[in-house]
C-alpha cells in the first residue's frame, strides 16, 4: 500500500481526535517507511512521496501545497526561531534536500539534490548547493 493512503489515514484520525488509531498509523509509518511526518502537518492531499517516503522528516508546523513532489531523505524543518517552512503549489524537491526555517519556496520551484535551503525562493525557479542559490529564474520547459 502507498505511504499516501497511511499519512491521510493518520491525518483523518488525528483531526477526529482518534488517539491510539493515530499513534498506531505513526509508529507503523516510522517503522515500515522510516520516516518522520506529524499527521498534525498541514499537507495537501495531492502531495506525492517518491520512493513511498523513505527517510523523509517533516515538522509539524510545515505546510506544504498541492502538487509538491518529495524525493527520499528530504528534511523539512526548523532552526532557532521554530518557524516552519511554507512550501507553494508545484514545487519538486530533489533526493537529500533540506528546507530550514521560515522560508517560503514559490510556485514551480525546483529544489535540487543535496541542496540546504535557508533562505526564500522566488517562484519559477531552481535552486542547488550548500548554501542553495538560484540558476534561473522564470525558465520552462513547456
Not at 525562493?121 to 513547456?142: H, K, Q, W
Request: net charge positive; with cysteine.
Amino acid at each position: 500500500m502507498k505511504f499516501e493512503k497511511f499519512l491521510h489515514r493518520g491525518q483523518y484520525h488525528t483531526k477526529k481526535g482518534h488517539k491510539i488509531r493515530s499513534k498506531l498509523l505513526k509508529w507503523f509509518c516510522r517503522i515500515v517507511y522510516q520516516c518522520e511526518i506529524p499527521f498534525e502537518a498541514d499537507i495537501d492531499e495531492s502531495v506525492y512521496f517518491c520512493h513511498n517516503a523513505f527517510g523523509v522528516v517533516i515538522n509539524k508546523n510545515a505546510i506544504i501545497c498541492q502538487g509538491v513532489k518529495i524525493q527520499h531523505s528530504v528534511t523539512i524543518g526548523v532552526l532557532k526561531t521554530h518557524e516552519a517552512p511554507y512550501i507553494d503549489e508545484n514545487v519538486f524537491i530533489g533526493a537529500h534536500a533540506m528546507i530550514l526555517g521560515p522560508v517560503k519556496i514559490g510556485k514551480n520551484s525546483k529544489i535540487g539534490a543535496g541542496s540546504i535551503v535557508l533562505t526564500d525562493v522566488p517562484p519559477d525557479s531552481t535552486v542547488v548547493g550548500n548554501p542553495a542559490r538560484v540558476l534561473d529564474i522564470g525558465y520552462s520547459i513547456d
